[in-house]
């Protein structure tokens, strides 16, 4: 035990000076709680603190990491500006790419890597901008409106800029890569959850004949658009899984397969389901190319585990072991009449579409199949949402025609250049996991579009910038260290 006289001995830290500043910090709390509502406290709160993080890591690189939990776990929030809904995901793109030019500008590097991939998708851009000014000047759409669908399937290109040239170094590649894994097992989990939670059944198809407790959507705002995100995400895991040399990160990747497949099951999403069973597939047959029996049998063995479960996932097992009788469901069959109207309004303007910003409405409001044809009108003001068409390319071909139509041909054509040239690199099974993710989200966008959800969009781009990233960065020799030095920032 210390003495008496050792205890006496101990000063006191606070003198009055800190005695003071406490008092008037607490005086000052006092203020802003009678003068400011709760959201704005906590605004001006986030700005302190975002500011003091500023203050210690004031180059882009250090926050880039956070961008996925920013995207994907706290991105879904839809705000009110003016005539405008972004979602948070929408607002930290927009402040992280100015963040992202000005810090170039002021360090005086280069703004991004030059390469075809982002020639291609560049030209993309101005020939969907051609698309844009066809609709507000030769169809008369409201301007706003134009724009914001207009911009939809690019809303976050900027990421094809800046991954390049952030992550132009091995080392700040896998520590992106690993904080995707983590986040992806997060997203997995978050549906994995809210199917557990859920105490009722699901009653929009429990009259055609499906029990369940209901479709999950975890961090996003549909279930689809979730099933979307986890496309792109577990085959990127799955090569990871076997790129990975550390034990913990292996397990870390696997666990984002496993988690990540079952939440795609509580989706209860059939193009989900099919589209990431291709991925998968893709990326197992590039791994054991030289022994094809063990992904058959992987793949085999996951079929029959889907099997065995089918009375828990008939509404997706139903439509693949019994498609002609799926045939005749409402929502398949809506989808079969809607189609069929878009391709009949293809034809009435092929080359420049209806116009983007086009507000839609429907014959009647009755569930007479004939009925569910959408037609669209000029829009002479603020619409909040404009539909998807429940297909990306047929959306792109009613609103934009060819224009648009060959914009995202264009994209697509990038994204098979700037996966060669990755290849060539020798970046391998990574790449091909990218390239997997990226076949089955287009694949699922032939009879959905879910890349017009912010969310959903944010993950597609990532996974285009992380193969531009891969192309402009050669493969290292030990796997860690870099050949050639990057821009700093």
């Not at 890569?177 to 699901?202: D, N």
């Not at 009925?371 to 934009?400: C, D, P, Y």
Request: charged residues 15%; contains cysteine.
């Amino acid at each position: 035990m210390a003495s008496s006289e050792t205890v006496m001995d101990i000063k006191c830290r606070f003198t009055w000076k800190t005695v003071l500043v406490a008092m008037l910090l607490l005086v000052f709390a006092w203020f802003l709680r009678g003068m400011f509502t709760v959201n704005q406290r906590l605004a001006l709160l986030g700005f302190t603190l975002a500011t003091m993080a500023f203050l210690v890591f004031p180059r882009p690189v250090t926050w880039l990491y956070v961008l996925p939990f920013g995207f994907f776990v706290l991105g879904g929030r839809v705000f009110e500006i003016g005539e405008f809904f972004p979602t948070s995901a929408t607002l930290i793109i927009i402040l992280f790419t100015i963040f992202y030019l000005l810090d170039r500008i002021v360090w005086n590097e280069r703004l991004f890597v030059p390469s075809k991939m982002l020639m291609l998708i560049g030209l993309a851009i101005v020939i969907q901008a051609v698309s844009l000014a066809v609709s507000i000047h030769v169809h008369g759409q409201y301007p706003l409106n134009a724009f914001r669908d207009a911009i939809s399937v690019y809303q976050f290109s900027p990421l094809l800029v800046i991954l390049p040239v952030l992550l132009c170094r091995p080392d700040r590649m896998d520590s992106f890569l690993r904080v995707l894994v983590f986040v992806i097992v997060l997203v997995a989990l978050s549906g994995i959850f809210e199917y557990h939670s859920i105490g009722s059944f699901e009653r929009t198809d429990m009259g055609i004949g499906y029990v369940y407790k209901g479709r999950v959507s975890g961090f996003f705002r549909h279930p689809n658009v979730l099933a979307a995100f986890l496309e792109l995400g577990v085959p990127l895991s799955l090569a990871l899984f076997f790129r990975e040399r550390k034990v913990g990160w292996k397990l870390l990747a696997m666990a984002a397969v496993l988690l990540g497949i079952l939440s795609v099951l509580y989706t209860f999403s059939r193009g989900g389901l099919l589209f990431l069973f291709i991925g998968l597939a893709m990326t197992l047959f590039w791994r054991f190319r030289r022994k094809l029996l063990i992904p058959v049998l992987l793949l085999v063995l996951f079929v029959l585990v889907l099997l065995a479960t089918s009375d828990v996932f008939e509404r997706q097992m139903g439509f693949f072991t019994d498609p002609m009788g799926s045939l005749t469901e409402p929502t398949i069959l809506h989808r079969f009449i809607t189609y069929r109207g878009f391709i009949h309004q293809i034809m009435e303007s092929p080359v420049t579409g209806v116009g983007w910003g086009a507000r839609e409405f429907f014959w009647g409001r009755t569930m007479i199949y004939s009925f569910w044809e959408v037609r669209h009108a000029v829009s002479h003001k603020t619409l909040k949402i404009f539909g998807g068409l429940n297909s990306m390319f047929l959306n792109q071909a009613v609103k934009g025609g060819i224009i648009s139509l060959s914009a995202v041909f264009l994209v697509i054509t990038a994204i098979i250049v700037g996966t060669v040239k990755a290849m060539r690199r020798g970046h391998g099974i990574i790449v091909v996991g990218l390239a997997a993710g990226l076949v089955g989200f287009y694949g699922h966008q032939v009879v959905g579009n879910q890349i017009q959800w912010q969310m959903a969009n944010a993950a597609y781009w990532v996974s285009i910038g992380l193969v531009a990233a891969f192309g402009a960065m050669r493969a290292p020799l030990d796997g860690r260290t870099p050949l050639r030095d990057g821009p700093g920032g």
